[in-house]
Each structure stands twice: as C-alpha cells, then as structure tokens.
C-alpha cells in the first residue's frame, strides 16, 4: 500500500553472480534516499545466478523490511530479468540499474528533480568511452549503437544504458506489452511521453567481471535490429536490384563478344560469379529466416520468464509485501 504522505520509488536490480555487489549496494542506495522526501523499495531479480547472489539478497531482505526478491528459474536474461521486475515494481515511478555500481546510486536524485519537474522518462547514456570497459567492449559498444541507427527506426544515444526512471504511467504500459526478445531500451525510446536523456560516467565495478561475451553482443545487436525493423529486408532488396541491374547490363557485352565471335575464356570470373550469387542468396535467406523465426517464438507465446520463488506475494492481482 502506498504512503499517503511519501511517494514512493521502485528500483529494479537485475543480478547475474552479484554475491560481492549486494549487500554494497544497499547501503549506497539507502545512504542516497534515506534523506529524501522518498518512500523506497529495491526489488532485487536473480536471473540465474550460480554463486550466492541469492542468499545474499535474502539474508538483507531479513534485515532491511524494503528489500524484496524475484528468483527466476533459470537465466532468461536481462531484459527478461527486468521485465519480471518491472511486473511486481508499485511504486510513483520505477528506477531500474545495474547492480554492480557502475550506476552511480546519487544520479537517482537528478532524475527524480527532472521527474519532479514533469518528465515521464529519464533515462541515461555514458558522456564518454567508458573508462573501465575494454577495448573490444568499446568497439562493439560504438558499432552496435550505429548499427541500430542506421538500421532500425528509433535512435538511441551511444552508451545509452538501462539506468532510467520512469513514471507509473509509462510502467503500466510496459506491462501490456508482451513481446518475443525484450529490448527494453528500443521499446521505451519507442514508446514516446516525454522524455529527456542525462550524461553519466560509469563507476568501476565495485567486483566481478562483465558478464555479456563478444557473441552475446552481436546476438543482441541482431535481435534488437530486426525487433525494430524491416530494414534488412528492403536493403537486401535493394541489393538483389542492383545486382539485376548489373546482370542486365551485361547481356549487351555477351551479345557483342558472341557476334564478333571472340573467344569465352573466363571460366574463373564465372565460378567467382555463381560464388557471389550463391553466397547473396544465402544471406537474403538467412535474414529472412532470423524473421520468420521470430514470428515462430512469437506465435508460441511462451513467457518471458518463469518465477521460482520470491516474497512479493500476488492476492487478487494486489501485490503484497512480505
């Protein structure tokens, strides 16, 4: 139930091996809001986790009465981590971060002064490189933010990061949405109300190490692509255009060549030819089959995650603090 005298936050963590990040954030997130004006609950998500992430976020529910937590079946994911989230979160407006600090917790009080001011969304992007990633982190980081202007239609700053607020009213559109491979950052640029993007430095790592792999990357770079467009499809039209235009263009020379009665040598140019075509048609396929793919996990209809356990309990759709 919500304070009649304090509006109330939610802030979302999605954990993945955090055990060392826990109880530190805690600490740093109740230091922050303890002084506001602010009611407060952090509603912890373990998405998989194979260390002790669990057991630590359960031993400080024991001890701080605003500590919550959602243990999913498996590893879903992040998105799907904060899409679970997000569904249990009942608070004025819902933060969701990172739990590893690299978020700094007193940006929350910047966000809240533009949410007081009138912004629905306020969202963040890294001002600069980051400074503790690696270099090959930061080369994908860069090409998967062009890769996704260029390509899809929303337009997202470079080093746009999943450390936002957002009103009620925003959440409880997030909640209807229900959609195959969330990529919550296309889905709430998409999404409109009024929004406003604020710089941010990351923070170290207080411990651990990145858990998202250079394959992990280019799978999310793809999926988030083809989740906000069709432009794949049309440019791979485009291309089959021009490679006809280029075949057409080519029958006069064949004309030619056979009326002067030249000799047909190149037998490599033509291995080289049915390679391309071969190999573009490959490509076209396999774009369209990433497409159709989606459309069959989409008609399948399964959740986005699956709850073990947690101590938020649902009575008649009312959320219950325990």
Known sequence: MKSILKRKLSIIIPSHNEQNNIGYLIQALTKTLTPTDYDFELIFVDDG???NTLNEIKFNAE????????ELSKNFGKDNALKAGIMMATGDAVVTMDADMQHPPNMILKMLEYWENGHDIVYTYRENANPHARLYQKA???LFYKGINMLSDIKLENGTADFRLMDEKVVKQLKLIDEYELFLRGIIKWAGFKQIGIPYTPSKRHTGEVSYSFV??????????M???AKPLYLMTGVGLSVSLMAILYIPYVLISFAAGYAVNGWASIIATIAFFGGMQLLVLSIIGVYVGKIFMQSKGRPNYLIRSTNLLSVNNDLVRV
């Open 216 to 225: 992990k990357l280019v799978k999310l770079a793809v999926g988030s692509i």
């Open 140 to 142: 994908t980081s860069k």
């Open 63 to 70: 001890v701080y009465t605003n500590v919550f937590y959602v």
């Open 227 to 229: 989740a906000f467009s």
């Open 49 to 51: 986790s194979s260390d």
